[in-house]
């Protein structure tokens, strides 16, 4: 089975910027879609991007205008671009591939964003 690993995570300032990607171990085209979700200590997981196997996006309120998410068929890779991060974007990041019933969910990558 396919598996999705992320990096990119970090401690950051306030302002700054991150790169997130996910990484499939097969073909990342595979997936019907491809989401960023976050988790923070005493907080419901929640969907912050996605992108469809034909290349559309969506994004959560929270962070429309401020993260970008693209993929990278030839790397199999998804990444999320992080714009003017700020202190309430701290989470573990997750990425999740819908393979049709079945759901790839990677380990996570924390995104700590200093004050």
């Known amino acids: 089975q396919v598996q999705l690993v992320e990096s990119g995570g970090g401690l950051v300032e306030t302002g700054e910027s991150l790169r997130l990607s996910c990484t499939a171990s097969?073909?990342?085209?595979?997936?019907?879609?491809v989401g960023w979700y976050r988790q923070s200590p005493g907080k419901e997981r929640e969907l912050v991007a996605r992108?469809?196997?034909?290349?559309?996006?969506e994004y959560s309120n929270s962070v429309k205008g401020r993260f970008t998410i693209s993929r990278d068929i030839r790397k199999n890779t998804v990444y999320l671009q992080m714009n003017s991060l700020k202190s309430e974007d701290t989470a573990v990041y997750y990425c999740?591939?819908?393979?049709?019933?079945?759901?790839?969910r990677g380990q996570g990558t924390q995104v700590t964003v200093s004050p």
């Open positions: 999740d591939g819908g393979l049709g019933s079945i759901v790839v």
């Open positions: 992108i469809t196997a034909g290349g559309t996006t």
């Open positions: 097969g073909s990342i085209s595979s997936f019907k879609v």
